[in-house]
């Protein structure tokens, strides 16, 4: 994590470097007081990463499906269709939307269990680890911009993993929850590293319409194998070439180290190294988790504690990411979104790196 005084439309190139050089070293970074940075120039910022990419929204056209699991959670800004606007509450008028009722995700909406209603104000739970990425199609973005327009304030929840660890952790409400890639790589057996770095995931197409009938683990770290995702058939038309077959490791374009990246909800294959693919869904999913939970353990995630104007800058191809929390009806939140669909796939290991 790095900490900054921020970025205006007059940002020079060196004042570029020193960020975009920060964010790949430390994976997230936080710009203080942007409450003034508009809807253009967030776009402008984070296409700066990504210069060559299109103006593709990360996502594509994937959150206008009523099916996916996306489209509850985000309203695009009319003038700026890269731009989202999520958060909670009802927002009369902003940046040309009008009586908008925004929803923050909760995890009982998607878990497979949920905590009681008496506790859910005082415990929440991470509503689903991931990466921000259409996985069909367009190239994960390389960057996330998240600007804080409005956040309410005052009181803690606490994150309850209900897996049998008992593991807890303390959080400010409605917090975003950040665990690095290369610590999750960095944690594994010389073994498990070997089999990360050479082995590739399948994802599912359409792969958050597939996932909408099926419900998450109480970690948010993947999905429960209960034979409830769409079948093709009832998916829309797939074209084969957009299906994505991706490294389980990605490498950073500054310190090449490499990072665990995986979205643990959308994975419906392994291929391995041999060139045998593992199709066991609850097997695949078996083995992603095994690999990726160690990294979520509570010493190892990051829960920004939002402030108003905060801007935060990530690594999107090295950090998994999750909302988290359960908010009162009047409590309201608003946030900026922007990611852009990257302009190439993500760096892969090197042949023969160890």
Not at 248 to 260: E, I, S
Request: net charge negative; hydrophobic share 35%.
């Amino acid at each position: 994590m790095f900490k900054s005084d921020g970025p205006n439309r007059n940002t020079t190139d060196s004042d570029f470097d020193t960020i975009r050089n920060a964010l790949y070293q430390h994976a997230v970074v936080i710009i203080k007081g942007q409450t003034g940075l508009s809807p253009r120039a967030q776009y402008e910022l984070t296409q700066r990463f990504d210069p060559a990419a299109g103006a593709n929204y990360g996502h594509g056209k994937t959150l206008d499906a009523k099916r996916s699991v996306l489209h509850p959670d985000l309203k695009t800004i009319p003038r700026q269709p890269q731009v989202q606007v999520i958060g909670n509450g009802f927002i009369e008028s902003y940046e040309g939307l009008e009586n908008v009722k925004l929803v923050h995700p909760h995890h009982r909406t998607f878990h497979k269990t949920r905590i009681s209603d008496e506790d859910d104000l005082d415990f929440t739970r991470f509503y689903r680890w991931h990466i921000d990425a259409a996985l069909y199609g367009l190239a994960p973005p390389r960057v996330t911009s998240l600007l804080a327009v409005h956040v309410p304030e005052g009181r803690t929840q606490t994150v309850r993993y209900d897996d049998g660890t008992g593991d807890e952790l303390d959080v400010p409400l409605g917090t975003t929850a950040f665990v690095s890639g290369y610590t999750m790589y960095e944690r594994l057996s010389s073994e498990e590293q070997d089999f990360v770095r050479t082995s590739k995931v399948e994802y599912a197409p359409h792969p958050y319409i597939w996932m909408s009938g099926a419900r998450s683990r109480s970690d948010g770290l993947g999905m429960a194998s209960e034979g409830k995702e769409l079948p093709e058939s009832e998916l829309p038309p797939i074209e084969q070439d957009k299906v994505q077959v991706l490294p389980m490791c990605w490498r950073n374009p500054v310190t090449g180290k490499l990072a665990v990246q995986i979205h643990p909800s959308a994975v419906r294959r392994i291929h391995l190294k041999d060139g045998s693919v593992i199709d066991d869904l609850a097997e695949v999913r078996r083995i992603v988790h095994d690999i990726q939970r160690p990294a979520i353990a509570p010493r190892f995630v990051y829960p920004h504690d939002w402030v108003e104007g905060d801007l935060v800058l990530f690594n999107n191809q090295g950090v998994l990411h999750s909302v988290v929390g359960a908010f009162r009806e009047d409590e309201v939140r608003l946030f900026r979104q922007c990611n852009i669909a990257a302009s190439e796939m993500p760096l892969e290991p090197e042949a023969g790196e160890a």
